[in-house]
């Protein structure tokens, strides 16, 4: 293994590093994600798939079937990865993960039929599910209160990076003669991000948090005086956050019985940490995330454009345009998620989303009624094509990764985030399994059932979802001290624990101020 080279770089240098290394994760994961719309289109693939004859896919479902396997995979690897990741710490859990990557990236680039692509997809999603376990959780544990959903945005600005590289680069295939070539090349190029991460996740420290549970305090302090800016192990404001990180992993540490996956996930032995209704809010607003309509959009962004009345060429490159949308999105995300907060940016983008969606269906239904007007229709259906991705990119896919990292106490953050995770794998292959023979059978009203959905998110995210944004990672323990599910107890028990000086006010943590405080 490479030898570590932080101590000897200047804290912003480490922290570039980091977010890289973070960021070549997302992009791997982004790119398995887009690569496949390309993919099923080529006639080569089709035929050596069965999936189809003379380059038309006549069987959608095991069409759906080979794209969405990958999450099962994902959903094994989750929970891995988020064992591995607590265990044996955030680094190594995803080192393994790349191992899983480069072996299914090789075995589905040299695929010879469909039960080998089927086994090298689940292969590649195990890989994945370490990958997005552990590197949410890494980048909230070095990021401030007040900025960490704005870390973990930027960092998430490689996924789309990712998902619109598969499609611009197989775009530019598209007329070249090797067939085989224009299939297997695009799928090979995920070794790059996968192998460039598994060698140098060892020239990064571990988290800090992680070095206080694992009892390696000392080392822990130097990380966080790096990452804060250069300064003094034993500065105030880095003591100060260790008192407060070693004061937290304490609590947690005498609920450890709570630490298996049954019983995370019924709360058994969890107390006041109430784990049980946590694992249910992440793996929630994963799925939710899911069923926004994304899916329609990124995998089979093709289809919909041909359906909005567009030529297969034009379809194809507006496919990777709308994708690069997404990458504005993601952007401005880091501009307002901490500052508007979680609730208010899930709110806002499930009502634009809805509206975005109901207008793609209604003009592309139009383009279909009414061929003289064809052009047209076209055109409006695709520019609400690009409203909803950049609003989605900008809202729910953020916080849906940002929520999970978050809510979940230090020794078991990456395997609680695996639960997440799981929802993610749960969502996406649902809905990529359906999402094919929705469109055959359904058309342009798949959309409006979307839209929908959207819509039917909201009452959740009201009741249930507390505000995380401008609290600490330690803090946000005892907003679900609440023996009551809904946002108003949560928030008000609260309120009391801070007015007796158990935890810190909202106003402390935005303006920076780090404090241990416990109950006379």
Known sequence: MPRAIWPQLPGSTLLILINFLSMTALFFEGYNQGVMGGVNTVPNYIEKMSIGTNGIVTRATKQGGIVCIYYLGALIGCFWGGYLGDKRGRRFGVWAGTLWCVAGAALQASAQNSNWMLCARIITGVGTGHLNAIVPVWTAEISKSHSRGASISIVFLANYIGIAVAYWLEFGLRYYSNEPFRWRFPIAFQIVPAAILSVCIWLVPESPRWLVKAGHASTAARVLAKIRGDVSPTAPEITEELAEIESSVSQESANAKATSLWAMAVGAHSGKLHTGRRVALSMGIMIMMEWTGILAITVYANTLFG???????????LAGLVNTVGILGTGAAALTIDRYGRRPSLFFGAVVQCIALALTGGMSRLA???????????????????????????????????????????????????????GWAIGCAWTTLVIPSMFKTLGERTLYLFAGLNLLWLPIVYCFYPETGGRSLESIDSLFASESPFVWDEEREFKMMVEQGMVKSDEEEKGGVVTVERAA
């Open 307 to 317: 359906q909005a009345g567009f030529d297969p060429t034009k379809s194809a490159w």
């Open 368 to 422: 279909i009624v009414q061929p003289h007007n064809a052009s047209a229709y076209g055109a409006a259906s695709a520019a609400m094509v690009f409203i909803y991705t950049f609003f989605f990119a900008a809202t729910w896919l953020q916080c849906a990764f940002v929520v999970p990292a978050e809510i979940f106490p230090t020794y078991m953050r990456a395997k609680g985030n695996s639960f997440g995770v799981a």
